[in-house]
């Protein structure tokens, strides 16, 4: 009888067996990507479309309210109107004088209270409940409030003012306490977020560092400063970018606040972008400021996370 001899494959061929355990092998490393398509897709349809809708109707001449006009283009006119008016500027840099004053103002505040409830104190529960009690309000309902709160008639802020011996004021009609009194509300509702993610990396530090600095005589203002501020920093910097894209960004106070006035005092970059979509219909303005928010909320990310990412590099060395 003849003995069968053992299939050897050829170079270039695989046999059946080798092409499953190939396949196999092919469709593990696919897993990961077919388990994040359906979260690219979505990220796609709801994030990136809409960009690339908002930044072809920045070149066109589209008003929403008129159907009958034809969508003509426009190319860089919108942006030259847009960049070449007085409003867009003012609203600019009230935009930049919100953020920098309410995240400067929130960020202290919060890190203050977090140093102050880093320690044992008759009541420490309470007073936190308390502090954190804005951070369940809604931003429209604190809008709200703070609006009945400033009223110049019959405001609770002026009742207190008066008890000081200073006369009522207009605070929201006022073209110099109109912007500083919507700061005041921002600050309210975001300085306890601050104050509890300080408070959170306050509890997570190491306390071998302090403890070797009080037994070496270091006073608590130079263990802040040197060793708790700089463990700090990563924490820090993420908040303030947090805060920045949010105060960049704002939009619900001023609108049930002032509404943009008076006079324009209290408009911001996306106030007005709204205003010019939503209300003037000009689908091609409106994006252009929507466009100039996105880049500059990218850039100054872009910024701290650079140097937070420094930082920490610095660390692993």
Same mark, same amino acid.
């Given at each position: 009888?003849?003995?069968?001899?053992?299939?050897?494959?050829?170079?270039?061929?695989?046999?059946?067996?080798?092409?499953?355990?190939?396949?196999?092998?092919?469709?593990?490393?696919?897993?990961?990507?077919?388990?994040?398509?359906?979260?690219?897709?979505?990220?796609?349809?709801?994030?990136?479309?809409?960009?690339?809708?908002?930044?072809?109707?920045?070149?066109?001449?589209?008003?929403?309210?008129?159907?009958?006009?034809?969508?003509?283009?426009?190319?860089?006119?919108?942006?030259?109107?847009?960049?070449?008016?007085?409003?867009?500027?003012?609203?600019?840099?009230?935009?930049?004088?919100?953020?920098?004053?309410?995240?400067?103002?929130?960020?202290?505040?919060?890190?203050?209270?977090?140093?102050?409830?880093?320690?044992?104190?008759?009541?420490?529960?309470?007073?936190?409940?308390?502090?954190?009690?804005?951070?369940?309000?809604?931003?429209?309902?604190?809008?709200?409030?703070?609006?009945?709160?400033?009223?110049?008639?019959?405001?609770?802020?002026?009742?207190?003012?008066?008890?000081?011996?200073?006369?009522?004021?207009?605070?929201?009609?006022?073209?110099?306490?109109?912007?500083?009194?919507?700061?005041?509300?921002?600050?309210?509702?975001?300085?306890?977020?601050?104050?509890?993610?300080?408070?959170?990396?306050?509890?997570?530090?190491?306390?071998?560092?302090?403890?070797?600095?009080?037994?070496?005589? &270091? !006073?608590?203002?130079? @263990? #802040?400063?040197?060793?708790?501020?700089? /463990?700090?920093?990563?924490? $820090?910097?993420? %908040?303030?970018?947090?805060?920045?894209?949010?105060?960049?960004?704002?939009?619900?106070?001023?609108?049930?606040?002032?509404?943009?006035?008076?006079?324009?005092?209290?408009?911001?970059?996306?106030?007005?972008?709204?205003?010019?979509?939503?209300?003037?219909?000009?689908?091609?303005? &409106? !994006?252009?400021?929507? @466009? #100039?928010?996105?880049?500059?909320?990218? /850039?100054?990310?872009?910024? $701290?996370?650079? %140097?937070?990412?420094?930082?920490?590099?610095?660390?692993?060395?």
């Amino acid at each position: 009888m003849r003995q069968r001899l053992p299939t050897i494959s050829r170079p270039g061929f695989l046999s059946k067996g080798e092409r499953i355990i190939r396949g196999l092998i092919r469709s593990e490393r696919l897993i990961p990507y077919w388990m994040l398509a359906p979260l690219l897709v979505g990220l796609a349809i709801l994030v990136y479309s809409p960009m690339i809708g908002t930044f072809a109707l920045s070149f066109l001449r589209y008003f929403w309210n008129k159907p009958q006009q034809p969508i003509r283009w426009a190319g860089l006119n919108n942006y030259i109107d847009i960049f070449s008016e007085s409003l867009f500027w003012q609203a600019f840099g009230n935009t930049i004088v919100f953020m920098i004053v309410s995240t400067g103002l929130s960020v202290l505040i919060g890190l203050g209270l977090a140093v102050m409830f880093d320690r044992k104190f008759p009541g420490k529960n309470v007073f936190m409940t308390l502090i954190l009690l804005p951070m369940m309000t809604a931003p429209v309902a604190a809008a709200l409030t703070w609006k009945f709160l400033f009223d110049g008639q019959w405001g609770a802020v002026n009742y207190f003012v008066n008890v000081m011996g200073i006369p009522n004021q207009a605070w929201l009609a006022s073209p110099k306490l109109a912007l500083p009194a919507i700061m005041v509300a921002d600050i309210w509702l975001y300085a306890p977020f601050v104050f509890l993610v300080m408070f959170a990396s306050l509890q997570a530090l190491p306390q071998e560092p302090m403890e070797a600095a009080r037994i070496d005589g &270091g !006073s608590r203002w130079q @263990i #802040f400063t040197r060793i708790t501020l700089p /463990l700090l920093v990563p924490n $820090f910097l993420l %908040i303030i970018v947090i805060r920045l894209m949010d105060t960049f960004r704002v939009f619900d106070f001023i609108y049930i606040m002032t509404n943009g006035g008076p006079g324009g005092k209290t408009e911001t970059i996306g106030f007005l972008s709204y205003e010019r979509t939503f209300r003037h219909f000009n689908m091609g303005q &409106g !994006s252009v400021i929507a @466009i #100039f928010i996105l880049v500059v909320v990218l /850039l100054i990310s872009w910024y $701290f996370i650079r %140097i937070l990412q420094k930082g920490l590099l610095e660390q692993v060395r």
